[in-house]
């Protein structure tokens, strides 16, 4: 049972601004827009402070040995990020649930959504959904969204590149 899919949205965001991080607030700002974020205030440089603190964070979760770890690592985010959920209906969205206290700057608002969006994401799907890609020179994050939970490349490209190294080196061996 789908109970909320803040999930989904909130863990690609943080794969997304993880894997290029945003350079200033107004990029900042235009990615979380794009990503279908309501903004309801300015964007700030202590806001793109906060989000790299919380992308940071998110990165040791991704490289997290093992599910314990990952959990004991989720749950410290978590905790900072705590906040009582509540019902919203705002820009005329519809009734949603926030997980987060009202007038927050989007910098702290990230730092939620990424401690959530992964709880819920890894809770629902799986501890191992969230890693780095397997190809070696390729450090992408990202979480696996796919219906077998299998996914051990980045990205289509990632897995042809690692399927011709490996067909490359069994026609060394004949």
Known sequence: MLL?????????????????RPENADELADRCRAAGLVLERPVTADDLDRAQAALNAWEEIVDAVGEEERADLLNRMLAEAAAY??????????????????????????????????????????????????????????????????????SQRCANRDAVRRHRARAALT
């Open 85 to 154: 959920p509540r019902l919203t209906s705002h820009s005329g969205t519809g009734w949603h649930l926030h997980y987060r206290d009202a007038e927050q700057p989007l910098g702290s608002v990230l730092f939620t959504l990424f401690a959530v969006g992964t709880a819920l994401h890894l809770a629902g799907r799986g501890m191992h959904r969230l890693r780095r890609c397997e190809v070696i020179e390729c450090d992408t994050a990202f979480a696996d969204t796919s219906r077998t939970g299998r996914q051990r490349y980045c």
């Open 4 to 20: 909320n899919p803040y999930g989904e949205d909130a863990v690609n965001l943080a794969v997304d601004l993880a894997n290029r």
